[in-house]
């Protein structure tokens, strides 16, 4: 695999992060790659609005047991490219490029572990590869359509209004600047971790993937969006490969969805935490378990 070097960081954040760094074109675009160890592959998607950052603490956790993460930034978000155009942000645009990633580095067995839009985009990912084997932890995601009377956040809603949301996304720091309020412990994004989760999104241009997923979030079923999930919800419910569910309860957008996760995937152990959205923060060695107890089974 071809592989080019990655962003310089500051030293405080780099300190934060140490592992391999590098980029991987995906179809014409930069995508910001970190990895560790050695033994089977891991594929760790993260979502909105955050990076691989997120997932430090359960590398660290995982340090020096068989398996080798690969934790890669969403394309428009972290360090990866930023595509100009708002209508880049598609599922199966997220899909090919992660899926783009996996074949350069020649794996066809992989544990996929994913949360918020990294649920959808992860098994979209999969789905296009067609793998040998595969395994899955899932965390706080959603993974099908909505149901016909949905009725969007306020979060969601907010991210439709025209112009004040523009604003808020592209020059306010939104919603990096409020990820705390969305935790089971409020104190677990501060100081440089928060200040972790900003670097990447500084500029105007770090907004834009951030204003198009919030509102690649269906609020009718006649969004774009319903035909790809209702294939990645097809795919999942045929998966009978090891799983296994972590779930943030304090979530205040997606605490309830477990249960239905849960219907989705039978053969999975679920874990209920008191963490919140951004469970990596909170509860990173209980992801690091399952991720062991679903490679045991692979």
């Known amino acids: 695999m071809e592989t080019r070097p990655a962003p310089p960081l500051p030293s405080w954040l780099s300190a934060m992060l140490p592992f391999r760094r590098y980029t991987v074109d995906v179809g014409g675009l930069d995508m910001h790659v970190m990895e560790c160890g050695q033994g089977t592959p891991v594929l760790m998607v993260h979502g909105n609005p955050t990076w691989g950052f997120l997932y430090r603490k359960v590398a660290t956790a ?24 708002s209508t880049a942000h598609t599922i199966e645009n997220h899909g090919s490029w992660l899926a783009s990633l996996v074949r350069q580095l020649g794996f066809r067995e992989l544990i996929l572990v994913c949360q918020d839009w990294g649920g959808p985009f992860g098994f979209e990912a999969v789905r296009q590869l067609g ?47 409020a990820m705390f309020v969305a935790q089971g412990d409020k104190l677990s994004i501060r100081g440089k971790v928060r200040r972790g989760y900003m670097y990447p999104l500084r500029s105007p241009a770090g907004g834009k993937a951030t204003l198009a997923l919030a509102r690649l979030v269906p609020d009718s079923m006649s969004h774009p969006a319903i035909e790809p999930l209702g294939r990645i919800q097809r795919f999942v419910e045929d998966f009978d490969g090891p799983a296994a569910i972590v779930w943030g309860d304090k979530d205040p957008v997606l605490g309830s969805v477990r249960n239905w996760i849960a219907k989705l995937l039978p053969q999975a152990e679920v874990t209920r935490t008191n963490a919140g959205h951004f469970l990596q923060e909170e509860v990173p060695d209980v992801i690091a378990a399952a991720i062991l107890k679903v490679r045991d089974r692979l």
Do not use: E
């Open 131 to 177: 793998l040998d084997r595969l395994g899955a932890v899932v965390m706080n995601t959603v993974l099908s359509p909505p149901k016909p009377d949905l009725r969007p956040t306020a979060f969601h809603a907010f991210a439709r209004l025209p112009l004040v949301s523009d604003v808020a996304f592209r020059l306010l720091g939104f919603p990096q600047n």
């Open 62 to 85: 995982l340090d020096g047991r068989p398996v080798r993460l690969i934790i890669p930034d969403l394309i428009g978000l972290g360090l990866s490219s930023k595509p100009r155009s």
